[in-house]
């Protein structure tokens, strides 16, 4: 603490202790009061600089100074769907109310709007189960119309947050031919639209300028393999003769092992299974996943797929609790890279189309593989 905190001590010309000159006592009090000892001024100087200055608390607050047992603050509040809501306390005209007590448990919040989520679910699935079992060739429109979606929302957040300039329409393009090719002309079709459209990207970047030409190109080819070409192996499974069962399997495991995980965490989680990458994630809930989607995948498979066995079904849930968890948390990379809460908003209580396919995508080339292991390609 210096002494311009507290200001000078007496004598040096400055304001002192009782304020600037101009309001201390009159000059004829002054000469009638006796000068104090020299050393009585020195030690209360000393006392002046030494003290510590008094803490004087915000009667009324703040929302943003969150402080951690170190005194230091923090932003708060949940910048992405997994982090874990702080309920505001309650405030009164004259500050926070505080007559509440502090230890008292709080009700957990499910942190999204569930009504809204089981809404868009249930119209979502009833839209795939009829076009995979009515006619099953309208269900690869249906993948190619979340495939241009959900490039339009990557680009886009690239585009807003990075400034990265990703060449949407070759890329919306090329990944229709990517889903079509695979599911007509199987996976060597796939692979030809895929280098196709990495090609046609390369080509369509050099219309701009050169500056980040590699930046955006790169992201470019990032972005056809990350959605389109993963996507590709839902068609591969589609293409198969008992096609719609394994595309209903594996869309039910993927979701079984998400409502596990989400369950389970919610009720009982306690250890974090990635804090940096995603808070709300916890090695309860992925117990809770792996244990729904085996037992879902054992059942499954033992009634859906001819010479399927229930122990295929134990294995295949396995690998999609591990792999729906994986591609979640690649996503949750990706969103906390950019600063983002959600891909979009287009799904209410779900967020962007991306936000639904992040554990669908890499669970794909998974599971078609395991079907090709187990019965063959179909």
Same mark, same amino acid.
């Given at each position: 603490?210096?002494?311009?905190?507290?200001?000078?001590?007496?004598?040096?010309?400055?304001?002192?202790?009782? #304020?600037?000159?101009?309001?201390?006592?009159?000059?004829?009090?002054?000469?009638?009061?006796?000068?104090?000892?020299?050393? !009585?001024?020195?030690?209360?100087?000393?006392?002046?600089?030494?003290?510590?200055?008094?803490?004087?608390?915000?009667?009324?607050?703040?929302?943003?100074?969150?402080?951690?047992?170190?005194?230091?603050?923090?932003?708060?509040?949940?910048?992405?769907?997994?982090?874990?809501?702080?309920?505001?306390?309650?405030?009164?005209?004259?500050?926070?109310?505080?007559?509440?007590?502090?230890?008292?448990?709080?009700?957990?919040?499910?942190?999204?709007?569930?009504?809204?989520?089981? @809404?868009?679910?249930?119209?979502? #699935?009833?839209?795939? %189960?009829?076009?995979?079992?009515?006619?099953?060739? %309208?269900?690869?429109?249906?993948?190619?119309?979340?495939?241009?979606?959900?490039?339009?929302?990557?680009?886009?957040? !690239?585009?807003?947050?990075?400034?990265?300039?990703?060449?949407?329409?070759?890329?919306?393009?090329?990944?229709?031919?990517?889903?079509?090719?695979?599911?007509?002309?199987?996976?060597?079709?796939?692979?030809?639209?895929?280098? !196709?459209?990495?090609?046609?990207?390369?080509?369509?970047?050099?219309?701009?300028?050169?500056?980040?030409?590699?930046?955006?190109?790169?992201?470019?080819?990032?972005?056809?393999?990350?959605?389109?070409?993963? &996507?590709?192996?839902?068609? *591969?499974? %589609?293409?198969?003769?008992? @096609?719609?069962?394994?595309?209903?399997?594996?869309?039910?495991?993927?979701?079984?092992?998400?409502?596990?995980?989400?369950?389970?965490?919610?009720?009982?989680?306690?250890?974090?299974?990635?804090?940096?990458?995603?808070?709300?994630?916890?090695?309860?809930?992925?117990?809770?996943?792996?244990?729904?989607?085996?037992?879902?995948?054992?059942?499954?498979?033992?009634?859906?797929?001819?010479?399927? &066995?229930?122990?295929? #079904?134990?294995?295949?849930? *396995?690998?999609?609790?591990?792999?729906?968890?994986?591609?979640?948390?690649?996503?949750?990379?990706?969103?906390?890279?950019?600063?983002?809460?959600?891909?979009?908003?287009? %799904?209410? @209580?779900?967020?962007?189309?991306?936000?639904? !396919?992040?554990? *669908?995508?890499?669970? &794909?080339?998974?599971?078609?593989?395991?079907?090709?292991?187990?019965? @063959?390609?179909?």
């Amino acid at each position: 603490m210096n002494e311009s905190s507290w200001g000078a001590p007496p004598g040096t010309g400055s304001a002192g202790p009782w #304020g600037p000159p101009d309001q201390g006592p009159s000059s004829a009090l002054r000469e009638e009061v006796a000068p104090a000892p020299a050393g !009585l001024v020195r030690d209360w100087a000393d006392t002046a600089q030494t003290r510590p200055m008094p803490i004087v608390p915000d009667a009324g607050g703040h929302q943003d100074d969150d402080r951690d047992d170190r005194g230091a603050a923090r932003l708060s509040g949940p910048l992405f769907r997994d982090d874990q809501p702080q309920e505001p306390m309650p405030s009164t005209p004259h500050g926070p109310d505080r007559s509440q007590d502090p230890g008292k448990p709080r009700k957990k919040s499910a942190g999204r709007n569930l009504r809204a989520a089981i @809404g868009v679910g249930v119209g979502l #699935g009833a839209v795939i %189960l009829l076009t995979l079992f009515v006619y099953k060739h %309208l269900f690869v429109g249906v993948m190619a119309v979340a495939v241009v979606v959900g490039l339009w929302e990557l680009t886009s957040r !690239l585009s807003e947050r990075k400034d990265i300039k990703v060449p949407l329409v070759p890329l919306a393009v090329g990944g229709v031919a990517m889903v079509v090719a695979g599911y007509v002309r199987g996976a060597e079709g796939a692979w030809v639209a895929m280098a !196709l459209t990495a090609l046609a990207v390369l080509v369509w970047r050099m219309t701009d300028a050169p500056e980040n030409y590699l930046r955006d190109v790169t992201a470019g080819v990032f972005a056809a393999f990350y959605v389109p070409f993963l &996507a590709t192996f839902v068609a *591969l499974m %589609l293409a198969a003769h008992d @096609g719609p069962q394994r595309v209903l399997i594996f869309l039910l495991l993927t979701v079984v092992s998400d409502t596990g995980a989400y369950a389970v965490g919610w009720r009982f989680g306690k250890h974090k299974l990635a804090p940096r990458i995603s808070p709300g994630k916890t090695r309860e809930g992925l117990v809770g996943a792996v244990l729904f989607a085996m037992v879902a995948g054992a059942v499954a498979v033992q009634l859906l797929i001819d010479g399927g &066995a229930w122990w295929q #079904g134990l294995v295949l849930g *396995l690998a999609v609790a591990v792999s729906a968890t994986l591609g979640d948390l690649g996503e949750s990379m990706i969103k906390r890279d950019l600063g983002i809460k959600d891909m979009g908003t287009l %799904l209410p @209580g779900h967020g962007g189309i991306m936000d639904r !396919l992040d554990s *669908l995508l890499p669970t &794909a080339p998974v599971v078609w593989l395991l079907f090709v292991v187990f019965v @063959g390609s179909g």
